[in-house]
């Protein structure tokens, strides 16, 4: 990312993949629409730092932003979380902004990129100002708290979703009682025990909360009109296939799908490689995803899973994430 005041609008050379040109090209429409409030939140914050009341006088900067991902685009992956919270590390280096000014200028752009500014396990506080401004994110444990927790993320679907995460939230804001229901009684609690399970390093506990949750985001996208499904026959396979693995008295293995077909599937190191091994009774992994099938023995009976015509074109496992970094300046 450059500034420069040479320009008053902002431009895009470089959006999503460049093998697909004009997956690029919807992207640049996207992101250009949303970029908009997110430019004039930093012109705002730019203005405040100079001490200048109205726009002009030397703080009215352009930018000019290249950005490639290796995620897919509107798959609900949060590709756009990741996305928006780099612009704004960026902008927040250029222009010495602190952490909270950071994480709400990426909330301008994606809602859930206030999150993606922080590393280790981050609650996204709604607060209670009316000018949203202090509904920002905030770092509750760091990264390395859990060195044992691992992410895996079944791609099953790459393709853009049929209707967008951004206006399936604004029809669900507008028509579910049940999201009403759930902020009021049942997000507040289950923050407080996932965030004790996670410091108490307490699996089964975060891998109860985790998959129940999850349930109930998509029980909230059938209650929206007109509903929103958003999981695939394929999902519903990687759920079967991780409460088999669950099947022994502790849990193993939680999953969780946001607003896509997608799954990111918790479960700790040790259990990596066994994980894979049932899923591959499930699902055709991709054949250059490289597991130790030895080391996870017989513990899960083949004889219990049937064949599957779904095939997941990836598969990552990743450490619980830092925050963003800056590769040069």
């Avoid at 908009?36 to 006088?57: H, T, Y």
């Avoid at 897919?72 to 927040?92: Q, R, T």
């Avoid at 049929?162 to 289950?190: F, Q």
Wanted: with cysteine; charged share 20%.
């Amino acid at each position: 990312m450059t500034k420069t005041l040479s320009f008053v609008g902002s431009k895009y050379p470089l959006l999503g993949s460049e093998a697909d040109p004009l997956q690029a090209v919807l992207v640049i429409h996207v992101f250009a629409r949303k970029f908009v409030p997110c430019k004039l939140f930093a012109r705002q914050l730019i203005r405040k730092r100079s001490n200048v009341e109205k726009p002009g006088e030397g703080t009215e900067y352009g930018f000019e932003v290249s950005s490639t991902t290796n995620f897919p685009v509107g798959a609900g992956l949060a590709s756009s979380a990741a996305g928006f919270a780099a612009i704004a590390v960026a902008i927040g280096k250029l222009f010495d902004l602190s952490a909270t000014e950071v994480s709400t200028l990426a909330r301008m752009g994606s809602g859930s990129a206030c999150r993606s500014v922080f590393g280790g396990l981050v609650e996204w506080c709604a607060g209670s100002d009316p000018s949203g401004a202090d509904c920002v994110a905030r770092q509750v444990l760091p990264e390395k708290w859990w060195p044992e927790l691992r992410a895996v993320i079944v791609v099953i679907d790459d393709g853009e979703k049929e209707v967008g995460s951004s206006k399936g939230m604004r029809n669900t804001v507008e028509t579910s009682e049940l999201l009403k229901h759930r902020a009021k009684c049942i997000v507040p609690e289950r923050i407080k025990r996932l965030s004790a399970a996670f410091e108490a390093h307490d699996f089964h506990e975060f891998a109860l909360i985790t998959m129940a949750d999850s349930n109930q985001l998509h029980a909230i996208c059938l209650d929206t009109f007109p509903p929103l499904k958003y999981m695939s026959d394929a999902s519903w396979v990687v759920i079967r296939a991780v409460n088999e693995f669950n099947a022994g008295s502790r849990m193993r293995a939680a999953y969780t799908f946001d607003a896509g077909p997608n799954a990111c599937i918790f479960v700790e190191n040790n259990n990596v490689d066994e994980l894979l091994t049932h899923l591959s009774r499930y699902l055709k992994l991709p054949p250059e995803i490289h597991f130790n099938r030895e080391s996870a023995g017989d513990c899960v009976p083949a004889s219990i899973t049937p064949s599957t015509p779904f095939a997941v074109k990836n598969v990552i496992v990743s450490e619980v994430g830092g925050s963003p970094k800056i590769l040069s300046c």
